[in-house]
Nanobody, 125 residues
Framework: QVQLVESGGGSVQAGGSLRLSCGASGRTYSRYCMGWFRQVPGKAREGVATIDNYGRTNYGDSVKGRFTISQDNAKNTLYLQMNSLKPEDTAMYYC???????????????????WGQGTQVTVSS
């Protein structure tokens, strides 16, 4: 089992920045994908950014150039640096992990089997 705990959400004005963190504990995998997903009420969960054990990253079209995913393996922590935030970025943000190769499917929520509890991000105009 893997436990994921997000932090860093909050309220910010449009154009501002936030950094989300996700601490991981429990079982370790040599091959994995981790990512950030977001969801607003009434809509499907959306892939925001992912990273694998090789450091390869993938981003959703709506956040490319504004968000950066990174990981600190020594701290077992995943980060999401969010810049130039927009009101449409408002959502609950979830950290997710899967202990296998994800490849072109990395932004598909259904392939992930470990999820955090979420952290709310609210961007006001």
């Amino acid at each position: 089992q893997v436990q994921l705990v997000e932090s860093g959400g909050g309220s910010v004005q449009a154009g501002g920045s936030l950094r989300l963190s996700c601490g991981a504990s429990g079982r370790t995998y040599s091959r994995y994908c981790m990512g950030w997903f977001r969801q607003v009420p009434g809509k499907a969960r959306e892939g925001v950014a992912t990273i694998d054990n090789y450091g390869r990253t993938n981003y959703g079209d709506s956040v490319k150039g504004r968000f950066t995913i990174s990981q600190d393996n020594a701290k077992n922590t995943l980060y999401l640096q969010m810049n130039s935030l927009k009101p449409e970025d408002t959502a609950m943000y979830y950290c997710a992990a899967v202990g296998s190769w994800c490849g072109v499917y990395s932004l598909v929520p259904s392939i992930y089997n470990y999820w955090g509890q979420g952290t709310q991000v609210t961007v006001s105009s």
